[in-house]
């Protein structure tokens, strides 16, 4: 059916697939990903955007210089890339602690980039005042959370939002002691599921060796706003007093 499909289509076209990780189950998108390929249009190329990373090992297509992958990381804007856009969108110039202050609110997502240069717009002669704050404008942060609800975070099971939850009490959450909370298994589980889906959470490792979790500070601000939902204020005062004394144990205070 595919190959037909496709057998009819200008042999200049690209195709585009989006949000291709609500395909189903990883073989059967592999199947389809190999289908797709082998049919496409001969001078075309093939575009799937994924929270996910296909189910398929790329690397001698890499090489051969047949396929791109672009991750988080890619996709992130730097902050010279940050000035760069502003420049472009807005005719504005930041100057260096600009950018920097807008990659730390924002870690670059360019989503987040996008309704902050609508934002600009929509208050004409109000730049300063929006870019000199110490918070990114409540519209923006509205939106995003919106966006993180409807796309994000409401597609996930009860448990892993619960993790999310609690891992934003934290600006980096220790693998260890999520595993000591939860259990090795399953803190396993969502630390993989959450990194594996590109939630908007990154590893990074700690002085220690031991694993962190990162969030987006724009998801992480919203998941702090659901964190209530799932655990009491005693809850959430004993988590934080543990995280203390692990950060204390191995020295890590920053």
């Known amino acids: ?112 980039l996008v309704i902050l240069a609508e934002e600009l717009q929509r208050n004409p002669g109000r730049e300063e005042e929006l870019l000199s704050a110490a918070t990114l404008p409540e519209r923006l942060q509205n939106e995003a959370g919106n966006f993180f609800k409807e796309e994000i975070y409401g597609r996930q099971p009860k448990q892993l939002q619960a993790f999310l939850a609690r891992s934003a009490l934290l600006e980096r959450a220790p693998a260890d002691l999520m595993r000591a909370e939860l259990g090795t298994q399953r803190a396993n589980h969502y630390l993989s599921e959450a990194v594996r889906q590109h939630l908007f959470v990154k590893p990074v490792d700690a002085p220690s060796g031991q694993w962190l979790l990162q969030i987006n500070p724009l998801f992480r601000q919203f998941l702090r706003t659901q964190v209530h939902e799932f655990y009491s204020q005693e809850e959430i005062r004993r988590f934080l007093n543990g995280a203390a004394r692990d950060c204390q144990t191995k020295d890590e205070f920053e």
């Open 1 to 112: 059916f595919i190959a037909n499909q496709l057998s009819q289509l200008p042999p200049d076209l690209s195709l585009v697939f989006d949000d291709w990780h609500r395909v189903g189950s990883p073989a059967l998108s592999a199947r389809r990903i190999k289908a797709i390929v082998a049919a496409r249009p001969a001078q075309g190329c093939v575009y799937f955007i994924s929270r996910e990373d296909l189910p398929l090992a790329l690397q001698r297509n890499r090489m051969r210089r047949q396929a791109l992958v672009l991750a988080d990381d890619d996709l992130a804007y730097t902050e010279e890339e940050i000035g760069i856009f502003f420049q472009t969108i807005n005719g504005i110039a930041l100057d260096a602690d600009g950018r920097r202050k807008i990659h730390r609110l924002t870690a670059g997502w360019p989503g987040a």
